[in-house]
């Protein structure tokens, strides 16, 4: 069991173990619902939160000046992601 604080706006921040566990990835929707028990939050998967991470990872294109990546994957990666949006 892990404790986490509530943050001014009432966010949390979900533990790493616990994260990793539940398979939740940065960038994903979580469902809140109120149980008997508590809170619960369960991880919402879908095609369209697929698309979004996929995308999520061009949103630091600055990080290609840390680590840089061949620029044909990226041009491979960007023609899959928008092949995705479009059909």
Do not use: C, Y
């Not at 109120?34 to 809170?39: K, L, S």
């Not at 979004?52 to 491979?76: C, H, T, Y």
């Amino acid at each position: 069991m892990s404790t986490v604080r509530v943050r001014e706006k009432r966010q949390i921040t979900i533990p790493s173990d616990i994260g990793i566990k539940a398979g939740i990835e940065p960038n994903d929707i979580l469902e809140v619902e109120i149980t008997t028990g508590g809170i619960l939050l369960r991880p919402v998967r879908s095609v369209t939160q697929e698309r979004v991470n996929k995308l999520m990872k061009f949103a630091g294109a600055g990080q290609s000046l840390i680590n840089p990546i061949d620029p044909d994957e990226s041009v491979r990666l960007l023609r899959e992601d928008r092949d995705a949006w479009t059909h």
